[in-house]
C-alpha cells in the first residue's frame, strides 16, 4: 500500500487548501482514510477521517465547520478541504488508511508542510 499527499503549500491566514492523498496497493473500499498533522515537539494528532464505503466522517473539535473530507473512488484519492486556515493550523499534514480488519491505521502518506501565515 502506497499513500501519496500533497498539496501543501504557503497560505494567508483566512485561506484556503486542498490536500489530497493517492493511495494504490490494495482495495479500500472497506476502509478509513484518515487525515493527521504534527508540529515540531508535539504528539501527532488526529484532524478526521473519512470511510471509504458510505462516505461518512468525523472531525476533530478543532477542524470541525473549516475542514471537509471527501473521496473520489474512481481515482483513490481522498482530500482535505481546508478553509478559513488559522496560524494554528501550521503543521504537517498525513494521510493513513486503516484497513477493513485492522484497528488501527496501518499505512502512512509522507506528509505535506501546510505554513498559515499572518
Known amino acids: 500500500v502506497q499513500l501519496q499527499a500533497s498539496g501543501g503549500g504557503l497560505v494567508q491566514a483566512g485561506g484556503s487548501l486542498r490536500l489530497s492523498c493517492a493511495a494504490s496497493?490494495?482495495?479500500?473500499?472497506?476502509?478509513?482514510m484518515g487525515w493527521f498533522r504534527q508540529t515540531p515537539g508535539k504528539e501527532r494528532e488526529f484532524v478526521g477521517n473519512?470511510?471509504?464505503?458510505?462516505?461518512?466522517?468525523v472531525y476533530a473539535d478543532f477542524v470541525r465547520g473549516r475542514f471537509t473530507i471527501s473521496r473520489d473512488s474512481a481515482e483513490n484519492t481522498v482530500y482535505l478541504q481546508m478553509n478559513s486556515l488559522k496560524p494554528e493550523d501550521t503543521a504537517v499534514y498525513y494521510c493513513?488508511?486503516?484497513?477493513?480488519?485492522?484497528?488501527?491505521?496501518?499505512?502512512w502518506g509522507q506528509g505535506t508542510q501546510v505554513t498559515v501565515w499572518t
Open positions: 496497493g490494495s482495495t479500500f473500499t472497506s476502509s478509513t
Open positions: 493513513a488508511v486503516k484497513l477493513a480488519w485492522s484497528s488501527k491505521y496501518d499505512y
Open positions: 473519512i470511510r471509504w464505503s458510505g462516505g461518512s466522517t
